[in-house]
């Protein structure tokens, strides 16, 4: 299976999201360049975030993007969903019933073993992208960063986070 490049950047800027101030934002151009990613692409997927309720668009001079919930509340999941869709991995064509072998419908009462076998897979590859938040990656995040890299981060963050007016 693969995922598209908007789904491991829209977990990375949904983390980082995770780790500012409840009621601020970041700007999708400050979200870009933080990852070193192009703007308009990443644009895209922080609107499917946003129509998916991932995360919230603030407009004006202070507005960004922002988190819909907290990173608890986010799976990877919803993530993934958001920007790739809900459409299986896995589809299957019915080949068996094609070719020289083939028989007619009353032959096949069941659904294909390979088509089963890949939905079973998936299914649990779904419940472990459901079992994981934006929070628990965060924290292993946070557990296994070469230390050098946070004061990096914050004062990034100090310098790109808007406030909202008092």
Known sequence: MKLSD??????????????????????????????????????KHLKQLVARGVLESVSGPRGGYRLARAPDEITLLDIVQAVDGNRPAFRCTEIRRRGPCRLDDSAYPLCCGVNRAMMRAEQAWRNALKEQTLDDISQDFFATADPRLLPLGENWLAENTRMPKS
Not at 33 to 41: A, K, L, N, Q, R
């Open 6 to 43: 908007g789904v491991e950047w829209a977990i990375h800027c949904a983390m980082l999201l995770g780790n500012i101030p409840e009621n601020a934002t970041l700007s999708g151009k400050a979200l870009a360049e933080f990852h070193g990613i192009p703007e308009s692409y990443l644009l």
